[in-house]
């Protein structure tokens, strides 16, 4: 009975031994090229989660038009999710290519830079007229720009912080406060002036030469596998309890750690430099006595 339960379950056979040496390749090419075939399709893959990114923040700037900025602001959030993990889809099915690449940048500047403006233009900003529309309008451009910085930069920079804030972070900062005001039934209009500067704050860190954390390196996580668990989960817990604020203070929290960052890191490479000309001099000592032996 076992046996032709076997015979049955071709995954349980065993493998076949060919005699010709011919057959043996033409079985090999047949399966490479259906191998090939599902590569082919696995390419459809993070394009369609990038086009999910898109469609999600098209849809808030409409709702954002509409005046639901609150649905509008939680759109552009799942619109950020289907962006962080078009990337990561690709580079474990290894299917990451240069047309990825630039549809993924595209997709930024509607999800991260067009809808975001729009959504804080349409909720705080329209009072201001003119000058409204051109914070906006700063916005999109900066974070156009940044992308394109970023693309250029990628292989000069170092992988473990972003040389200015990311757009994503930039967006999810806006969205986030539009979701923390609308909430807590907070009128913007009282806050106007403030939220304006953040805006503008915002666009100015894009193309800036702040430091932020990457969050690439990952050797916590290696070395202390329990205790960053146990932090996931508490953190999680957090946003589960508050999850109308905590997002807005974890954001605001990583914008404000960018100049933080940057500034230790120039203390200390001050530091280095004061104290390299000694440890210079006596690192030369040797070889000059040398030259003067030589002499």
């Known amino acids: 009975m076992a046996s032709e339960f076997r015979q049955k379950r071709s995954i349980l056979r065993p493998r076949r031994i060919y005699e010709n040496p011919e057959d043996a390749l033409n079985a090999w090419q047949r399966k490479r090229n259906r191998i090939n075939k599902m590569k082919k399709g696995i390419f459809i893959l993070p394009s369609l989660l990038t086009l999910t990114s898109i469609l999600f923040s098209f849809y808030a700037l409409i709702l954002a038009i509409k005046g639901q900025f609150l649905w509008s602001g939680a759109l552009i959030l799942v619109a950020g999710f289907f962006d962080g993990i078009d990337g990561k889809v690709a580079r474990l099915t290894k299917t990451s290519t240069r047309f990825g690449v630039e549809l993924d940048s595209l997709a930024d500047v509607i999800s991260f830079g067009v809808a975001p403006a729009v959504l804080f233009y349409t909720w705080v900003l329209e009072p201001y007229g003119r000058l409204g529309w051109v914070v906006s309008f700063v916005y999109v451009a900066c974070g156009a720009l940044r992308l394109a910085r970023f693309n250029v930069q990628t292989n000069v920079i170092d992988p473990k912080r972003f040389n200015g804030l990311p757009i994503p972070a930039a967006a999810v900062m806006l969205a986030t406060a539009v979701i923390f005001f609308e909430h807590l039934d907070i009128k913007p209009e009282n806050y106007s002036i403030f939220l304006l500067i953040l805006a503008t704050l915002l666009s100015?860190?894009?193309?800036?030469?702040?430091?932020?954390?990457?969050?690439?390196?990952?050797?916590?996580?290696?070395?202390?596998?329990?205790?960053?668990?146990?932090?996931?989960?508490?953190?999680?817990?957090?946003?589960?309890?508050?999850?109308?604020?905590?997002?807005?203070?974890?954001?605001?929290?990583?914008?404000?750690?960018?100049?933080?960052?940057?500034?230790?890191?120039?203390?200390?490479?001050?530091?280095?430099?004061?104290?390299?000309?000694?440890?210079?001099?006596?690192?030369?000592?040797?070889?000059?006595?040398?030259?003067?032996?030589?002499?």
């Not at 996580?221 to 329990?226: C, D, G, L, M, T």
């Open 204 to 295: 100015f860190l894009m193309v800036s030469s702040v430091k932020f954390h990457a969050f690439k390196d990952l050797t916590i996580v290696r070395e202390k596998p329990f205790s960053s668990t146990v932090g996931f989960v508490f953190l999680m817990s957090l946003i589960a309890l508050a999850p109308f604020v905590v997002p807005f203070v974890l954001c605001a929290a990583y914008v404000i750690s960018g100049p933080i960052m940057t500034c230790v890191l120039y203390f200390r490479v001050r530091k280095t430099a004061r104290s390299s000309p000694v440890s210079g001099s006596v690192s030369n000592f040797p070889s000059s006595a040398t030259e003067e032996k030589n002499k």
